[in-house]
């Protein structure tokens, strides 16, 4: 499955953004998927990741309370609505695809299918 992610850019600090990652090439409603980030110098970290029927959500720490993941099956995206944002959310957001049939994964191991990655810049 190929992923493109979308909806990056600059913002203010408490403002909001929205990212977007379309699938193409496989049944998206077979994978859970993920989003990641990953700032320079830093490893990457997990954000978020929902479930295939879109009915069970994770949230890393840092994000929780902030932002929500979501997905449509019928369009093959996932988004990412990120609320509240702060200087230190500045990276580059990655979603993934993973084939788990049950659960969540949190671990950027367990993921298959890798997007090219988004910039988000958060400005104090």
């Known amino acids: 499955v190929q992923l493109q992610a979308s909806g990056g850019g600059l913002v203010q600090a408490g403002g909001s953004l929205r990212l977007s990652c379309a699938a193409s090439g496989g049944t998206f409603s077979r994978y859970g998927m993920g989003w990641f980030r990953q700032a320079p110098g830093k490893e990457r970290e997990f954000v978020a990741a929902?479930?295939?029927?879109?009915?069970?959500?994770s949230y890393g720490g840092s994000v929780k309370g902030r932002f929500t993941i979501s997905r449509d099956n019928a369009k093959n995206t996932v988004y990412l609505q990120m609320n509240s944002l702060k200087p230190e959310d500045t990276a580059v957001y990655y979603c993934?695809?993973?084939?788990?049939?049950?659960?969540?994964?949190?671990?950027?191991?367990?993921?298959?299918?890798w997007g090219q990655g988004t910039l988000v810049t958060v400005s104090s």
């Open positions: 929902i479930n295939r029927s879109g009915g069970e959500t």
């Open positions: 993934a695809a993973e084939s788990t049939l049950f659960g969540i994964r949190s671990s950027w191991r367990d993921y298959d299918y």
